[in-house]
């Protein structure tokens, strides 16, 4: 069955996914600031919405993301996903050595499963994402 789409934005777009059991929000472009924070609110909304456990963020058309974006994902909205349930998330990246520099460094500040956090994947392989969702 093919992804449910739940909400479209004017860079991204979070669908529910049946088959696992899942939020997928893809960005199309990329968004800083005030875009990129609503994109990511409109995400967690959809997550206490639908009360979803699991979700993929794919973020393999966006190179790299702002300081203070992340910043904000470390400290305001990742504590407020694993608040709303989250347990497993994965992040798919774009195919670069920025992207994956850049990922590999927000994970590391991020909470893991040992601190409470989610499970976490990051991938440059959205099939890979969905069959690790899929096992979660």
């Known amino acids: 069955m093919a992804p449910e789409v739940h909400t479209e934005g004017e860079k991204y777009t979070i669908e529910w996914d049946d088959d696992i059991g899942t ?19 409109d995400l967690l909304a959809a997550v206490e919405e639908r009360n979803a456990t699991k979700m993929i963020v794919d973020t393999s058309n966006v190179k790299a ?3 203070a974006d992340k ?10 996903t694993v608040e709303a349930g989250v347990q497993a998330t994965a992040m798919v990246r774009s195919d670069s050595v920025i992207s994956e520099m850049e990922m590999k460094e927000m994970s ?7 601190d409470g956090g989610p499970e976490a994947l990051i991938t440059d392989d959205m099939a890979e994402a969905r069959d690790w969702m899929a096992d979660q």
């Open 65 to 67: 993301h702002d300081e």
């Open 71 to 80: 910043q904000w994902l470390q400290t305001e909205w990742t504590p407020k």
């Open 108 to 114: 590391e500040n991020m909470p893991d499963d040992a």
């Open 23 to 41: 939020l997928i929000h893809t960005w199309t472009a990329f968004a800083s600031g005030e875009a990129f924070r609503e994109g990511c609110n």
